[in-house]
């Protein structure tokens, strides 16, 4: 298990591991003589002199157990070597003649000791011993100097440093010269930084130091990665030395406060404990209560002050434990020796108890994961968690248009409220695909709240292209994400049914077979096998109304068609079925309040149904001889029989053997009456049929106000077919003809759009016919790209606001295979006005956005 990387979290782990350290820690306190002297350059004194400065050394060593002794012995030297040839070659010698000195004041206690280890830099020295029955305790031990002095590098200022493992205990022992002069205070804190930076230890094979500074946490876990140890990598950082310190102000008559005893009132003036008081150097250290007089500076041979010299506590002993080992040194005794006169710097002493450990490292590892688990139980408590009854939503079968909704139960299974919601991806950057929508995609649940997530899935032309030609599945994973909690993968996943509604012009008139059966290989194949003029989808529909509705002078577009109804016929059309006139006419079946109506003066009889399909078979065995002139299938546009005079003598594709029209020239022949009423409705039907009054002047809005709401709109979709203005007083432009406006005067008047949308809404219409009729209008709206493309839409805009003749030039650049379904489907629409089934402004508000659609995104204006 990896050590947590959260400081809140690594500071309650130590909390616990501490409680429980007994468990795993042998901890014992061991004794430490450390002392510091400034020697001054002077050679060691007297034995005797030196014996009291170390205070331990008994008179008779005999009557003292090995025991009574300090466990280990560090003693720091400065301006032991001041010649002048040591600062330049760096050849200190001195260090050995101070070692003999010191180990000859011991008289045979000397053999109670081993030296560790020691290291000089030019006058700074330092020596570490051990008590020869723990000194098989003592490992790793290692040493380094830096230079900080003349130019940052000169060793006349630095420190040296001695490292030690003591049974599982990380120990390091400083001992500095910082510089002089009551004026550096603020080099003398750079130099400390510095110091702390630079001084580095180095295992020998390479690696980090062997041992972790931290008893409570195992080795494998520990944080440090580098090679190296700085003096902050140990339990334990006992900084002796010459600080040189000096007190912050100039007191006046320093004899009389040093003759009266009054020194401690200086303390609050002493730069070093500013200095830890403000944090600028020695921040975290600690250091006993200081009794003594100041250190520095006396008349060498006397205990009398330097009275050119203000008197200072420049000698120093100071301490640092790593967090979690607070407590662990304790000053025993701190004091200076003024009985030794051989410097200006009185030495200094200190007896410390430090708590050294020996770690059982199973039984460690061991308490550090029960409390790992512990913590993460604890967190676990306070984690939002939550239940889904499934992690897999099936939709089933998914047909176009078909809104299909599934629900999946989220509960609350925590202690803790929880915020949820489904997030984005990498690869996407909504959180669900445009088919797809979540209700509610997020909120909030209290604990033993729950909550249904609706799924709804509704493909439509925005979304259909994929799915049409199976290049897309209808499957998704989904990422419920809980905030400061884990994620939930739901997976949606459903069968398209593919169908023609949703499908590209470009796709639909290639198509030799059912779409419904037709694999993803089917779908790349079938552009290489030739194409229909139109697709068969649109020819099974406007024959049907060709037959089955104008003849039997049905309304179009009126009246909404039955749901079940047209979802059989989208089956048909997706399977490629023909459509079977005896199921759809005279459609029985409920839909929203509406049921099949027929208003005639007599009923339509099975016998005259059944000799309209006769005729209508005779005439399919006549379009299929030679010269036959029944609508087929072929690579032209397809033309109804009742259309066919209009288009005799055109072929929209095959120009190699007749004459090919132009756009403008095709669209010509379709041009449209917008008041035309077909004349069997004009003066008898009108009178009598049900019609709210109309006033043929006066306000048009008044007038629309008292129509039926089906028959008026405020907001009518503009026209390809042509304005009023165009097709009313320009008869170059496909206005009236002289025969149709006779005819206007003569059996109605002009009669305004809305009049004839009453008209039509009174004539006789079936529910079969008005289905089918919608799934016509419905299937041309569902393209993906309406037969006008887009990227054509400004210039229609503009042209159309132009002239008539500008508009059917902007659609001279229309593909061949959109050119052929827009003349068909005019063409069918022209004979339906013509046989007064609907009227042009219906046809425009219908079929407008199939013929022409602003681009995503654009809201059309007024002047679109």
């Not at 303390?267 to 250290?285: E, P, S, T, V, Y």
């Not at 959180?431 to 909550?451: F, H």
């Not at 109804?565 to 005279?586: G, M, S």
Request: aromatic share 8%.
């Amino acid at each position: 298990m990896s050590r947590v990387s959260n400081p809140t979290k690594e500071a309650w782990i130590l909390h616990a591991l501490k409680k429980r350290r007994a468990e795993f820690l042998d901890c014992h306190s061991i004794s430490a003589f450390v002392g510091t002297w400034n020697v001054n350059g002077r050679a060691p004194g007297s034995s005797d002199s030196l014996a009291q400065w170390l205070g331990f050394i008994p008179a008779d060593s005999g009557q003292t157990a090995l025991t009574a002794l300090p466990e280990l012995l560090v003693l720091g030297f400065q301006e032991l070597d001041v010649r002048p040839e040591a600062f330049v070659y760096n050849n200190a010698v001195k260090d050995t003649e101070w070692t003999d000195a010191i180990e000859a004041c011991m008289g045979t206690t000397q053999h109670a000791y081993r030296k560790l280890a020691s290291k000089q830099l030019i006058g700074m020295f330092i020596m570490v011993y051990g008590r020869i029955d723990v000194a098989e305790l003592v490992s790793d031990v290692q040493s380094t100097s830096i230079g900080c002095g003349i130019m940052g590098v000169v060793g006349n200022k630095g420190a040296v440093a001695v490292r030690l493992v003591y049974q599982d205990t990380p120990l390091c022992f400083v001992c500095s010269h910082l510089a002089h002069d009551a004026m550096q205070v603020e080099r003398r804190n750079a130099q400390f930084h510095d110091l702390c930076k630079r001084l580095q230890f180095t295992a020998k094979d390479g690696g980090a130091p062997s041992a972790a500074a931290d008893p409570l946490v195992p080795l494998s876990n520990s944080r440090s990665l580098a090679p190296f140890a700085t003096v902050f990598d140990h339990s334990y950082l006992l900084w002796i030395g010459d600080l040189n310190y000096r007190l912050a102000i100039d007191t006046g008559d320093m004899a009389d406060i040093m003759a009266r005893g009054e020194h401690q009132s200086l303390l609050g003036l002493d730069q070093l404990r500013i200095a830890m008081m403000n944090k600028q150097a020695f921040a975290g250290f600690e250091e006993a209560e200081i009794r003594f007089a100041p250190t520095y500076k006396f008349v060498l041979g006397t205990s009398t002050y330097d009275e050119g010299r203000r008197p200072a506590w420049c000698d120093r002993i100071l301490w640092w434990t790593r967090p979690g080992c607070e407590g662990g040194v304790r000053s025993i005794s701190y004091d200076s020796v003024d009985s030794l006169v051989t410097s200006d710097h009185k030495p200094v002493r200190s007896q410390l108890e430090l708590d050294v450990w020996k770690v059982n490292a199973e039984c460690r590892q061991s308490v550090y994961l029960e409390v790992l688990r512990e913590l993460d139980h604890y967190e676990n408590e306070c984690i939002p968690t939550a239940t889904l009854d499934a992690t897999t939503v099936d939709l089933g079968d998914v047909r176009f248009g078909q809104l299909v909704s599934k629900s999946l139960r989220m509960a609350n299974s925590g202690q803790v409220p929880l915020e949820f919601g489904f997030v984005a991806t990498p690869s996407r950057p909504h959180y669900a695909p445009a088919w797809l929508r979540i209700t509610p995609d997020s909120g909030m649940l209290l604990p033993g709240e729950s909550v249904d997530l609706s799924f709804s899935v509704l493909v439509d032309e925005r979304t259909s292209a994929g799915l049409s030609t199976r290049a897309e599945d209808l499957s998704d994973i989904l990422v419920l994400h809980l905030n400061r909690g884990r994620d939930y993968f739901v997976q949606v996943q459903g069968r398209y049914l593919t169908s023609v509604y949703g499908t590209s012009l470009d796709i639909l008139v290639h198509c030799k077979k059912a779409v419904r059966t037709m694999t993803r290989d089917d779908f790349e194949r079938c552009a290489e096998s030739g194409q229909f003029s139109v697709p068969k989808c649109v020819w099974s529909l406007t024959d049907f109304l060709l037959h089955y509705a104008l003849d039997r002078g049905y309304s179009l577009f009126y009246w909404p068609g039955d749901r079940s109804l047209a979802q059989q016929i989208r089956e048909c059309l997706d399977c490629d079925l023909e459509l079977n006139p005896d199921a759809i006419l005279q459609w029985q079946g409920n839909a929203e309040d509406h049921v099949a109506r027929t208003v005639v003066e007599e009923p339509i009889q099975l016998e005259i149904r059944q000799a309209a399909a006769a005729a209508t078979t005779s005439a399919t065995a006549a379009a299929a001889a030679p010269g036959g002139s029944r609508m087929s299938l072929t690579d032209q546009t397809l033309v109804p029989s009742t259309l066919n005079s209009m288009f005799s003598n055109m072929d929209m594709a095959n120009a190699a053997h007749h004459h090919h029209p132009s756009t403008a020239e095709a669209l010509e022949r379709l041009s449209l009456d917008p008041w035309g009423v077909h004349p069997s409705y004009s003066h008898n039907r009108l009178s009598q049929a049900h019609i709210p009054d109309v006033p043929t002047t006066g306000n048009t809005e008044d007038m629309s106000n008292s129509l039926p709401a089906s028959t008026t709109s405020s907001n009518s979709p503009p026209s390809l077919l042509g304005t009023e203005s165009d097709l009313g007083d320009d008869d170059e432009d496909g206005g009236l003809t002289a025969d149709d406006r006779t005819r206007a005067e003569r059996d109605i008047l002009p009669v305004p759009e809305a009049t004839a949308a009453v008209a039509m809404s009174a004539a006789p219409h079936d529910s079969g016919i008005d289905t089918v009729a919608q799934c016509l209008a419905s299937l041309f709206a569902s393209l993906p790209e309406p037969l006008v493309p887009t990227e054509l839409y400004d210039g229609c805009v503009e042209a159309g606001g132009v002239s008539r003749a500008a508009a059917l030039e902007a659609l001279e650049v229309l593909p061949p295979g959109n050119l052929n379904v827009l003349v068909y489907l005019l063409a069918f629409l022209r004979e339906a006005i013509d046989r007064g089934a609907t009227t042009t402004q219906r046809a425009a508000q219908v079929f407008a956005e199939a013929l022409l659609r602003p681009p995503v995104g654009r809201v059309p204006s007024e002047n679109d």
